[in-house]
């Protein structure tokens, strides 16, 4: 994580991809480092559903189901590809293993935690509502 940042940091390379809840994949479209921009692409079924072109220091915000904040750290000039380096202030980013990770600048730094770790879609619901019947059996 960035100093002073409240999110989760991130190292992508030209044409990388970060996932997000709700069907949402953040593509590094370009970068120049000698300009220090990075042009960013968010994608919703493989639409477009925002761009933007952005300096070190600068946000890519969404308003979607959930909100995305993402601030550009760093862009390092690389042999192959270019690396830029990006804070997730804010969203929900899934996990190689299908998990997602709810990252919120309101929340404290124990509770971002992967709140989901390993579970599937079908057993993340048994575990709801286990814990949803317990704690109505118990009121």
């Not at 990006?86 to 124990?110: C, K, Q, W, Y």
Request: aromatic share 8%; with cysteine.
């Amino acid at each position: 994580m960035h100093p002073g940042s409240c999110g989760v940091t991130v190292m992508l390379t030209t044409g990388e991809a970060l996932q997000f809840a709700g069907n949402l994949t953040l593509v590094v479209e370009d970068v120049d480092p000698q300009a220090g921009k990075v042009w960013l692409t968010l994608y919703s079924s493989e639409s477009p559903v925002a761009s933007s072109v952005l300096g070190i220091g600068e946000h890519f915000v969404y308003y979607g189901v959930k909100r995305i904040d993402l601030q550009v750290i760093n862009i390092y000039a690389g042999g192959d590809r270019d690396l830029v380096v990006l804070d997730v202030i804010e969203g929900i980013m899934a996990s190689p293993t299908g998990s997602f990770r709810n990252v919120n600048h309101e929340e404290t730094e124990a509770a971002k935690k992967v709140r989901t770790p390993g579970f599937g879609s079908g057993e993340m619901l048994i575990a709801l509502a286990a814990g949803l019947l317990a704690s109505i059996w118990h009121s």
